[in-house]
């Protein structure tokens, strides 16, 4: 395979916290995780405008970028976005807010002023408009910089469901037969251009939601909303715990934070997603982020070579040491994501698993929730809030998971497979998760 990249893993979303407008500064909250936010401060206040910047520092081990098989760039990057807590007003029951972004910063943030991508590098700074969100400079005000790994997959021509295997069901796009999608009005039935098709330009999390990112997402909800959001269970590696007899943003802990989050439902991974200003990915864009780009027509995201069955402990129990994690071993689970990537044992670039753009496990280790053929309406991205648009389908036909998980067969890790393409229940299971998506721009 052309232009494959590897790098060991780095995973969990990292929060930075400062405490603002008195001048007094909290340090930099974070754990020993490849991705960190550090010493943020706040600078630049401008009464006027009322206005103040955020300055930090963001890094991550082994950044990559490369050239697609349509001579287009990709690369990873970072989604960051602030979130504010004003004290003295803010309590639990209210939880932590988004805030809005504008242009001033040494970072350009999205056109929505929700966040921003960015490369590693120290003295980053955005600048967030508090008159905008309706605090006043008067303020004493906690800040946290939020950062995930992603990867930007860039616009261009590539296969769509390879060899036939996803059938015409839920409104597919070619009606069931393979093709090339070439442009943006390459779209469903029913759907207008723009409908996010793989075609254009967009950014996809690297990593699947760690058990460690929906647990600090938990800490900074409403406690209320949080309540709902969390799933009460320790069975099949699901290690997120509730102490309420801790102080508000400590009650949740992961005990295994790099493990891939199960037990999510659609209603979890949309609120999840709005709260990140992301949204969930599309089936075709699914396709897109794990075949790579050009005429090829991948059978797996890390080529053609079935999935070896060969097995290892790891995580306390046995699992498929090559290309996934798949087919119930002893003691199977969700397994660290990103984990082929680690370095553990020794692995070529074919048998990381990782897809010719970087993005991994995109073949087992969890079914990932998104959105099918059947939902026509352009998805927008979310607010920053747990509120989820209009535009995104509830638990009905118009979503589905792909991808496979630990505790299914290969055939199910073939990009194109739709077995589960309309899956539209609304509980919490063992092998589903999630990850996040953008439109770029």
């Not at 709005?274 to 991948?298: D, I, L, S």
């Not at 079914?367 to 352009?378: G, K, M, Q, R, V």
Request: net charge neutral; proline share 4%.
């Amino acid at each position: 395979m052309k232009n494959r990249i590897f790098f060991k893993r780095s995973k969990v979303l990292i929060i930075g916290a400062v405490l603002f407008l008195m001048f007094a500064f909290w340090p930099a909250q974070a754990r020993a995780h490849n991705i960190a936010v550090a010493n943020t401060v706040l600078q630049n206040y401008s009464a006027g405008a009322n206005t103040v910047e955020v300055k930090f520092d963001v890094t991550w081990e082994h950044p990559f970028s490369g050239t697609d098989a349509n001579a287009a760039a990709f690369y990873d990057r970072a989604w960051i976005f602030v979130k504010y807590w004003v004290t003295g007003t803010d309590s639990e029951t209210t939880g932590w807010h988004h805030a809005t972004l504008v242009s001033g910063g040494t970072i350009t943030p999205a056109s929505d002023g929700k966040g921003a991508f960015v490369s590693i590098g120290a003295n980053q700074v955005v600048k967030w408009s508090l008159g905008t969100d309706g605090v006043s400079g008067a303020s004493t005000v906690k800040v946290k910089v939020c950062a995930m790994e992603v990867v930007y997959i860039p616009q261009g021509q590539y296969i769509y469901d390879a060899a036939d295997a996803g059938t015409s069901s839920f409104n597919n796009y070619g009606a069931g037969a393979q093709t090339s999608v070439s442009a943006t009005s390459h779209v469903p039935t029913g759907a207008t251009t723009g409908w996010p098709n793989g075609y254009g330009a967009f950014y996809i999390a690297k990593y699947e939601v760690s058990q460690g990112q929906y647990a600090d997402f938990l800490n900074m909800l409403p406690a209320g909303t949080a309540a709902g959001l969390f799933s009460a269970t320790s069975l099949n590696g699901y290690t997120i715990t509730y102490t309420g007899s801790n102080a508000y943003g400590l009650r949740y802990a992961a005990g295994s934070p790099d493990r891939g989050n199960n037990y999510m439902s659609w209603d979890d991974c949309q609120a999840y997603a709005a709260w990140c200003a992301m949204r969930p990915m599309t089936e075709m864009e699914f396709e897109k982020a794990a075949r790579g780009a050009g005429a090829t027509a991948y059978t797996y995201p890390w080529g053609n070579t079935a999935p070896s069955a060969t097995t290892y402990t790891v995580e306390g129990g046995v699992h498929t040491q090559y290309y996934a994690n798949y087919n119930n071993q002893a003691g199977a689970k969700p397994l660290a994501v990103g984990l082929y990537l680690s370095g553990d044992v020794v692995r070529t670039n074919e048998q990381t698993g990782a897809s010719p753009y970087g993005v991994t496990d995109l073949g087992g280790n969890l079914w990932e929730h998104l959105i099918n053929c059947a939902w026509t309406t352009t998805p927008a991205n979310g607010s920053g809030t747990t509120s989820v648009p209009g535009s995104w389908p509830t638990a009905a036909s118009g979503k589905g998971i792909r991808g496979g998980s630990w505790n299914i067969s290969s055939a199910n890790l073939r990009v194109s497979d739709r077995y589960f393409a309309g899956y539209a229940s609304t509980s919490r299971v063992n092998s589903c998760g999630f990850r996040c998506a953008r439109t770029a721009g």
